[in-house]
């Protein structure tokens, strides 16, 4: 946990930019476009306007988890060079204010997407809040290299939140919504750990690379590369996707499938050469990836309206 007293600095006052990043809006905002595309694929009707307030209460939400999240990192993200110019370590903002913000936005977005929704959507953004912010932040993070397959989780229930705004129900098409973003979490960080691995390794985060080395982590994203392959290809099975899935579908992971096994036959040498240049692009491959399936089911949906179905 944090003590941000240490670093605090009263001549530097905290700006709106400072707490808003607090929220780590970039992430969520994959974040929330899953959980929209939950919302739009839907059965059933939904207010225009409670949807856009719903998933603006999902927004508020997974920020206020980012912020749980930066308050009781703040010791480790100020070890690391990437998140070393945090609010919290950089002593803008104050430790105390981001769990004082971070439990206030989480209560007021969980009773605010109950009244507006339904309470099973808002029972699983609770529970979302308290898997990113307590299972794998406080717990999983720091004493498992499993930490973010498990603790991954958190970050795949927002579509089938979005889908339980209009619904009141899980389903198994949802289901698959959430296993898609599961399998994905893996490879999306672990591509990532592989270029940023001194830095988990100085802060001592037990990560896959710095536990097991990177040429496990290597086989490790691989594996996962191909449960992710077939989890894509079992939500084809289902009605919510179409053709436009499909395409999606077969271009996106031919390419991880290319990219994952690139990455499984290189090792260090190469990839210090090229500065991880292989890793840097299937970690931004992954970012298109999960955008571009969620995107195609959005459209899929639209076709259906038009009478263009897919073949299930
Ligand atoms: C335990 C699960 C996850 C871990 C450990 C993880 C880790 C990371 C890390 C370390 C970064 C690097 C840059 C940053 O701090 O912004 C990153 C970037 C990113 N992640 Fe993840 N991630 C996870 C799950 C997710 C999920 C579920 C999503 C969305 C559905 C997501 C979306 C993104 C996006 C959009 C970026 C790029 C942000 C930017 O442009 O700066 N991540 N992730
Ligand atoms: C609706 C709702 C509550 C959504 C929550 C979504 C969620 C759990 C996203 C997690 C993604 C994320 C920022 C992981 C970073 O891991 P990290 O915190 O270990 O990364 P860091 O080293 O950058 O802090």
């Known amino acids: ?3 941000a007293t240490i670093n605090f600095d009263d001549e530097r006052e905290a700006g709106f930019g400072d707490y808003f990043s607090l929220l780590k809006p970039r992430v969520m905002s994959l974040v ?3 959980a929209l595309a939950g919302l739009f694929v839907a059965p059933g009707e939904i207010h225009p306007f409670v949807a856009f307030f719903s998933i603006l209460c999902i927004a508020i939400g997974g920020g206020a988890s980012g912020a749980l999240n930066m308050w009781y990192d703040a010791d480790i993200d100020r070890v690391m060079k990437r998140t070393a110019k945090r609010p919290i370590p950089a002593g803008k903002v104050e430790a105390g204010e981001a769990l004082a913000i971070g439990l206030t936005l989480s209560g007021f977005s969980v009773v605010m997407l109950g009244l507006a929704s339904n309470w099973v959507a808002a029972g699983l953004l609770a529970f979302t809040i308290f898997f990113y912010a307590v299972v794998y932040t406080m717990w999983l993070k720091r004493s498992t290299p499993q930490n973010i397959v498990i603790g991954g989780a958190a970050g795949a229930f927002p579509p089938m939140i979005g889908w339980a705004a209009v619904t009141g129900d899980i389903t198994l098409a949802s289901t698959l919504m959430f296993m898609l ?3 994905w979490t893996p490879p999306h960080f672990w591509a990532l750990a592989l270029f940023m691995n001194s830095d988990y390794d100085k802060a001592k985060v037990p990560m896959l690379t710095v536990t097991h080395g990177k040429r496990v982590t290597r086989a490790h994203i691989l594996v996962y590369t191909f449960a992710l392959v077939l989890t894509a290809f079992a939500l084809f099975l289902t009605p919510l996707a179409g053709w ?3 395409v999606v579908a077969v271009v996106m992971n031919g390419a991880f499938l290319k990219g994952a096994w690139d990455i499984y036959r290189r090792d260090e040498v190469q990839a210090e050469a090229d500065k ?6 299937v970690f931004k491959l992954s970012l298109a990836y999960l955008f571009l399936h969620f995107t195609a089911l959005m459209v899929d949906k639209v076709l259906r309206d ?3 179905g897919g073949p299930f």
């Open 276 to 281: 991880y240049k292989v890793e840097r692009y």
């Open 32 to 34: 929330v476009f899953t």
């Open 1 to 3: 946990m944090t003590d």
């Open 181 to 183: 973003t599961f399998m």
């Open 244 to 246: 436009s899935y499909l």
């Open 306 to 308: 038009f009478g263009i």
